[in-house]
């Protein structure tokens, strides 16, 4: 026979209260979890080991002597990329905000100036991140213009920032969309410009709206600073290039990885952390 | 008396969906005009035609006898001087009520912080809100909201006051703290133009009836006049479904 409590056994039926039940359940999940983890990625590492060819692979990217060789000069090349990171998404976050606003302006009057953002957006979107960092990066300096910096890494970060607003243009433009009409109408009939009232009212609710989408784009340019090695930049890849170049041995691919994973795994962690929180705090204010 | 605000042959369509055909009105000061009709008979579009949130299609508007409705018009300066209030509240939920209520009048009008606070805080008192000063608007109620909307459209100094159906949000009990405020201002001689489902009140307060019907003003009166004697048979006819709602 089967119990009303049996029905609401363990696993079965997930119960949401909180309590000693939902603490050995939680403990329970926690195991099956770990247990099936272990399994499968021992399945994989014995599959891959079994096969023919892995000494010699193991030999080419998983040597500790050319490991712990080539760390510092990956490292101080993964250091750059860091340095690039930063100091790109600054200013990434600030010129999407302005292109996103120049495209939320409404009126025939702004015409103009609407026409050139959604032009540029659609430009830099429409043409592949290398293309346009070897453009770019090639390119300009060429032009040998006076005043104009030429150094690589200059035009490596500025493409950066260039693809990058695009794209973020249009998540602060989404945002700024999801306020409500009646929100603008308010500020408006207060006798506050387009303007203010982007900047005052729509703006602050619409950062709130997308910063889980930003933090998406905060991974992910994390990742392409790396691009620019195509101009030359030593940063992580390039060293790593650099040593594989006079060794033979790719092991520095391998040291290139783990570090760029260090810094992308918790940033993503943090994300769908702070996304989760957001979305509780807005089903505690709904309720 | 003068004309304060002047509405000549106004048209306005959504798409397809023509919402005024052709309204008059005119607004003396210190007037305090009521709109009654169902809904979508676009009393709220003639609101916001009036504050310049929309466009409209043929005619002008005037206000103390100049047009506002010209393209050479800024809307800025239009709208500074009149204050609407709108169903829904639409406080700045980012913003304490303070912030709400000094926005405006720190941003457009220039005035200083501190006279910009000085004035929230006395207007505040009056309407019984100072003990909400510092809260965001989700920590009010219904009423309590609709009271700092009041204020912040108070707070530019407006000559003249427009009400969108304000109380239609509300639960039943918070009504009459909000036409409580309406009365307030009429005692104080505001110009106000006020779309409202409240027989009661607009029988009370009005100096002047408009029972607006698919988009036309159909009979305009003193509230004795509309509410006794209609003379239109859709206004019996409206006003008949209301007696019958129990609504007046």
Known sequence: MTSPQDIRSPGLWPSRKPGKRHAEEGARSALIAAVSTVALLGLILWWIGTSEAWPAVQKQFFNSDHFWKSLPDVAGGFWLDVQMFIVAEVLILALALVLAMIRSLRGPAFFPLRALVIAFIDLIRGVPIILLILLLGFGIPALQLTGVPSSPLFWGVATLVISYSAYTAEVYRAGIESVHESQRMAARSLGLTQVQTLRYVLVPQAIRNVIPALLNGFVSLQKDVALVYVLGVREGVREAQIYIAGTFNYTPYIVATILFLLVSVPVARFTDWYTDRDRRRRQAVGS | MTTKIEVRNVVKSFDDKVVLRDVDLLVDSHEVVCLIGSSG???????????????????????????????????????????????????????????NITLSPVKVHGISRDEAHDRA??????????????????????????????????????????????????????????????????????????????????????????????????????????????????????????VEAGRL
């Open chain 2, 41 to 99: 008979s676009g009393k709220s579009t003639l609101l916001k035609c009036i504050n310049l949130l929309l466009p409209i299609d043929a005619g002008e508007i005037l206000l103390d006898g100049g047009v506002i409705t010209d393209r050479s018009v800024n809307p800025n300066d239009v709208r500074q001087r009149m204050g609407i209030v709108f169903q829904a509240f639409n406080l700045f939920p980012h913003m304490t009520v303070l912030e």
């Open chain 2, 121 to 242: 805080h006395s207007l505040l008192d009056q309407f019984g809100l100072l003990d909400k000063i510092d809260e965001y608007p989700d920590r009010l109620s219904g009423g309590q909201q609709q009271r700092a909307a009041v204020v912040r459209a108070l707070a530019t100094k407006p000559e003249l006051m427009l009400f969108d159906e304000v109380t239609s949000a509300l639960d039943p009990e918070l009504v009459a703290e909000v036409l409580g405020v309406i009365r307030g201002l009429k005692d104080q001689g505001m110009t106000m133009i006020v779309a409202t489902h409240e027989m009661g009140f607009a029988r009370d307060v009005a100096d002047q009836v408009c029972f607006l019907d698919d988009g036309v003003i159909l009979e305009k009166g003193e509230p004795a006049q509309i509410f006794s004697e209609p003379q239109q048979p859709r206004t019996r006819q409206f006003l008949q479904r209301i």
